[in-house]
């Protein structure tokens, strides 16, 4: 095959070969992946609650509203931000020349990180309302299945279910174990607590079990759960996802279409 051929050959294998992307189209394709996959996790949350309608378009209200109250202070926000960065990246310049950091830097940096957590809990006190809002759209079991309460209520069952099972010298060692791995004196159920409720439970037998292991886990769940507080954290998080009301009124769209 002469030189000629084999040019002509390459040539039309071209465009065949992969050229890399831009990296502007990579950027995009990033960003466009990463929205895309939070679209997924928040769909794969939202879907074991089998919302209707009308609790999407509520859901999609308080997103919205949240994503108001981000804007209120997005501006201040980004005041702070931009100073924060320059202040950065002369500590950062400092570090580099392997100079040292003058008193007033630090304090710069000390100072603005102080005003952005400060302007977060102004943030979060005037959104707090929407978390009343969104628990009131939601059934109690829409919100234990949200907030991971029911696997954590089913894993206490379950708990209770295996020590019952074991015989009476395994039972001791396990229970004596887990009332001390459980223990959460700081939400008050301490081991000794545990330890009784575990004990009340093997006492029993099997049809009053069925019947009041559901009130033994409620017993046991602040060792299961997160706390109400983190919960709260979690429900905000969730409305403060600014995936969240354009994800839901596609889903309404999709239902409807």
Known sequence: MTCSTCLA??????????????ASTAQQLRADVEALSEDVDLLTRLTPLALTADQMRAMAALATRRQEIAAASATKRA??????AQALRQKRQMLLLDRGV??????????L?????ALSRVEAERAKGLLAEL?????????AILTGRLEAKRNAVELLEWLRGLSDADYR???ENTAEELDSPDRGLPANKIRAILDR???????????????????LLPAFAISPQAED???MNLLSNERLGPLLNDWLAARSG
């Open 233 to 235: 954290e979690l429900l």
């Open 201 to 219: 439970a093997r006492a029993m037998d099997e049809a009053r079990f069925g019947r009041e292991k559901s009130s033994l886990a409620e017993e």
């Open 135 to 143: 628990r009131k759209a939601l059934s109690p079991t829409q919100l």
């Open 113 to 117: 990180n102080t005003e952005l957590q």
């Open 9 to 22: 050959s390459l040539l039309l294998l071209l465009p065949f070969v992969r050229q890399p992307a831009p």
């Open 173 to 175: 060692e396990e229970a």
């Open 102 to 111: 003058p008193d007033d830097l630090e304090d710069k940096i000390a100072q």
């Open 79 to 84: 005041e702070i931000l931009s100073a924060l």
